[in-house]
């Protein structure tokens, strides 16, 4: 087991118990991320409304099938939208990069190439998200998503929103490296909206652990699409009766087992093979001595995509956020005018 590995499994005892001797660095560490809080000064306020999507916790939680919905929502709005990021794992000779769907993961990053894929909108990475907006407004986009840009706080916004993983919640609800936490719970007071990866049950089992503090909490759910080939781009029914009889399961994302669990309910029974979020994918991490149909994330497609073999197929999902939160998001856009 790694570090990792061991770190992500302690967090979510809840307890913390064997992680004691790491407080002295988690409260050092909450007191710059609560300095940066207090001092967050915005170095550049967007020409255009600005939705930021992110985590308050480490790890998977559903968050970029939300951006990917909240594009396609937003151009059906008469919005041009365009998507933000960071760029994690990708190293590009210049930024801003624009990404296209046929972008190399290796130079943009895993997500904003499946996102290039999935939503049909303009996507930019860069480390200074600003940059990546004024390339983006150049081009017509009169709304920009942020993905991942909660902690990102040169950038201004007009909406945050929040997505937890309604099973794990926010594990033993310290931060890091003590637990999983990027910043304090008490960050959620400031919050515009939290949004419950699970479906209701796990919304009112978090709202009854008193953790969502903010005022406006909506489930969500995540809705497996296909199974899609990667050679030939052949999409099936997930209760295709080629994966009935057993798959590999690849999962190179932030909770590997939250996928696996998604293909157990599908029917399908699955060898998993966890890796590490955004693992760096080779032809031999692909290589079993069988010839069962190997399943996999989106987001670990686009990496396999140019070595992979006839019997590779992705799993596309679909988020489906409540009415209650569509109702929301109607109202904030309202509010949103054009600057």
Known sequence: MSLSQWLERAWYRRDGGALWALRPLECLYRRIVTRRLQQRRYRQQTPVPTLVVGNLSVGGTGKSPLVAWLAHYLREQGWQPGIVSRGYGGKAAHYPLRVTPDSS????????????????????VAPDRPAAVDLLVAEGCDLIISDDGLQHYALARDVELVVVD????????????????????????????????????ALVHLQQSGDLASAHRFSMTLAPRCLRHLQTGERTACDDARFQQGVHAVAGIGHPERFFTTLASLGIVAEPHPFADHHTFTADDL???????????????????????????????????????VLFLQQRLAELAPR
């Open 105 to 124: 993961p290796a130079e943009a990053g895993d997500e904003p190439v499946m996102l290039a894929q999935q939503s049909g909108v303009p996507v930019a």
């Open 166 to 201: 309604g099973t794990r919640g926010f594990g033993n609800r310290h931060c890091l490296p003590c637990g999983p936490l990027r910043e304090p719970l008490s960050r959620l007071s400031s919050i515009d909206a939290v949004m419950v990866n699970g479906g209701e049950d």
């Open 287 to 325: 290589r079993f001595s069988d010839e069962r149909p190997i399943v996999m994330t989106a987001k670990d497609a686009v990496k396999c995509q140019s070595f992979a073999t006839e019997q590779c197929w992705a799993l596309d999902v679909d988020a489906e956020p409540s009415a209650a939160f």
